[in-house]
């Protein structure tokens, strides 16, 4: 079992940036895909950006890619989306999540653990 708590979200102006942090309790933290989602209102959750167990592989939506680093530190227990040059349609509730396969996935419904997800809003 696995708990997610993110934070670090908040209201910024475009052109802004903003750090979220999910923490991660357990033992096995270092085992799982650690992804980033984002829900805007009236739509579907979305891939943002994923990270392999050992922090060797990235993966990014194309909409972010350029603008959002995501990083893991397993010493913590902790991974971040760092996200510069945020724009108003950035603005969703975002939600880290942990996948124990070791494949890294773009599709929400192959990860096991959900945080419960950091509002994150972008003013024009």
């Known amino acids: 079992q696995v708990q997610l708590v993110e934070s670090g979200g908040g209201l910024v102006q475009a052109g802004g940036s903003l750090r979220l942090s999910c923490a991660a309790s357990g033992r096995t933290f270092s085992s799982y895909v650690m992804g980033w989602f984002r829900q805007a209102p009236g739509k579907e959750r979305e891939f943002v950006a994923a990270i392999s167990w050992s922090g060797g592989s990235t993966y990014y939506a194309d909409s972010v890619k350029g603008r959002f680093t995501i990083s893991r530190d397993n010493a913590k227990n902790t991974v971040y989306l760092q996200m510069n040059s945020l724009k108003p349609e950035d603005t969703a509730v975002y939600h880290c999540?942990?996948?124990?396969?070791?494949?890294?996935?773009?599709?929400?419904?192959?990860?096991?653990?959900w945080g419960q997800g950091t509002q994150v809003t972008v003013s024009s």
């Open positions: 999540a942990a996948d124990s396969d070791l494949i890294v996935r773009r599709t929400p419904n192959r990860y096991d653990y």
